[in-house]
């Protein structure tokens, strides 16, 4: 059973930081390509940031500068560290994963931003 499983959502204040994780099982981890996404109250899911399976990292020009994706293979485990937040930053983040076949998505965790 695959499972995608995010965390390290919350409350922060404006300018503040926090990193999210998202924690892969079921699957060979090393082989998908991951995302992040987020979506704002009565918005569509739009993409964050994105790895690769080698490791490019492809970033919204909304980010550009203040977060940063990474994973570890090891741990199958993907991070998004989100730096100097913004109001507009509030929503739920989901993380997938995906290859040539498959999509997979996580439940969300909650990032609110507060001024």
């Known amino acids: 059973q695959v499972q995608l499983v995010e965390s390290g959502g919350g409350l922060v204040q404006l300018g503040g930081s926090l990193r999210l994780s998202c924690a892969a099982s079921?699957?060979?981890?090393?082989?998908?390509?991951m995302g992040w996404y987020r979506q704002a109250p009565g918005k569509q899911r739009d993409s964050v940031a994105s790895?690769?399976?080698?490791?490019?990292?492809i970033y919204a020009d909304s980010v550009k500068g203040r977060f940063t994706i990474s994973r570890d293979n090891a741990k199958n485990t993907m991070y998004l560290q989100m730096d100097s937040l913004k109001l507009e930053d509030t929503g739920v983040y989901y993380c997938?994963?995906?290859?040539?076949?498959?999509?997979?998505w996580g439940q969300g965790t909650q990032v609110t931003v507060s001024s």
């Open positions: 997938d994963a995906r290859n040539s076949n498959e999509n997979y």
């Open positions: 079921g699957i060979l981890f090393s082989r998908y390509a």
């Open positions: 790895i690769s399976r080698l490791g490019t990292k």
